[in-house]
């Protein structure tokens, strides 16, 4: 799985970086298929002190996860569209159990 951030108007640090990181290696118990996932953390055009991210996780076999989350702590923020995306994958992957009808 490749993991990429990617910084707009913003200035990346390392500690920015191993976070989203770390949060995105946890992907693989939600779902094994994942390719690429893309952070894009920024500042908001509107408040000074807000700041948005958006996350990408190309799954092989189905269009991309995207979620998106504003707010003034970036780390927080980070964790929110993390867990946005967790959610997604496990229910992806709830529905590709056999057995499992709507």
């Not at 993991?3 to 946890?26: P, Q, W």
């Not at 995207?66 to 995306?85: P, R």
């Amino acid at each position: 799985m490749r993991i990429d951030v990617v910084g707009k108007n913003i200035e990346l640090t390392e500690a920015l970086t191993a976070h989203a990181s770390s949060r995105a290696s946890k992907f693989d118990k939600y779902f094994d298929r994942i390719q690429q996932v893309v952070f894009t953390l920024g500042k908001s055009d509107h408040h000074k002190r807000d700041f948005t991210a958006e996350i990408r996780v190309d799954v092989e076999g189905h269009e991309d996860f995207v979620a998106h989350a504003q707010g003034e702590d970036l780390y927080a923020v980070i964790d929110d569209i993390a867990h946005k995306v967790s959610r997604q994958l496990h229910e992806y992957k709830e529905r590709l159990k056999p057995g499992h009808h709507r």
